[in-house]
């Protein structure tokens, strides 16, 4: 191995591009191709979060915080475990800044 001539850079190994005087065509319009669907793949994201956020906006405006619709989506998520050391966690964060829990806070909802 001479100067480094077989050594690669870091992360996954490179497939060599064709050389000079191959026909590339067929790459290139693979490429044209890649960046028209990934744009529009952008286009059709910026339509999706607009209608999250009419949705999240909805919410808000019967007085619902965004941060706790937020919070209690990524919740639903997690580990039973997680939930749990979670919830206890937060008790005692609450507690520890003075700001506990309301005691009676869940008394006053409805039963669902």
């Known amino acids: 191995m001479a100067d480094n001539e077989d050594k ?7 497939k ?10 067929g790459l290139e319009e693979e ?12 286009k059709d994201r910026d ?7 009419a949705v999240r906006e909805d919410l808000y405006a019967k007085g619902i915080p965004k941060e706790a619709f937020d919070l ?17 966690a937060f008790v005692i964060c609450r507690e520890a800044v003075g700001m506990p829990m309301q005691r009676d806070l869940f008394d006053a909802l409805p039963d669902a």
Do not use: T
């Open 8 to 14: 690669k850079g870091p992360g996954r190994p490179r």
């Open 16 to 25: 060599e591009l064709p050389g000079i005087g191959d026909n590339i065509g």
């Open 31 to 42: 490429i044209r191709d890649a960046i028209a669907e990934i744009s529009q793949h952008g």
């Open 47 to 53: 339509a999706i979060n607009q209608k999250v956020q």
């Open 72 to 88: 209690a989506r990524n919740y639903v998520g997690w580990p039973e475990d997680k939930r749990r050391n979670f919830d206890l």
